[in-house]
């Protein structure tokens, strides 16, 4: 009796169906992702406010800009200049609020003065 996954037609077939599965799982797990993070009650306050870059510029330059340049434009810490066409709305909430980049402090800023310092990091 012949061994059928020795034929290479059916290990063609089982390659295909598993590159298959591995391009679902990609978008599937890339959506699941998006889908916690906008579950997040923080985030989702943030995102529903409309941010005043005028005041995130203040909050920046109390906060941020003895790390990141008066101008946004580095000094210890990187550039912020374009941060926001390379990290998503909710990529640099959390990286202010996290404190998982060292040596970056942890921030807890009010969801307002999220929207704000958010809307100005857009504007850069």
């Known amino acids: ?3 059928q996954i020795t034929k290479p037609e059916t290990l063609i077939q089982r390659i295909a169906l598993l590159a298959l599965a591995i391009l679902l799982a990609i978008p599937l797990g890339i ?7 906008a ?7 943030v ?9 995130g510029n203040a909050i920046f ?7 990141h340049g008066w101008q946004a434009d580095g000094r210890v810490g990187p550039s912020l200049q374009g941060v926001s066409k390379h990290k998503s709305r909710y990529g640099l909430i959390h990286q202010v609020i996290s404190g998982e980049t ?3 402090p942890k921030f807890q800023p009010s969801a307002q003065e999220m929207a704000d310092l958010l809307s100005y990091l857009e504007s850069l």
């Open 1 to 3: 009796m012949d061994n």
């Open 31 to 37: 959506f699941g992702v998006q889908m916690v993070q």
């Open 39 to 45: 579950s997040d009650p923080y985030v989702k306050s």
């Open 47 to 55: 995102l529903s406010l409309t941010g005043n870059p005028v005041q």
């Open 61 to 67: 330059q109390i906060n941020c800009a003895g790390c």
């Open 102 to 104: 060292p040596p970056m």
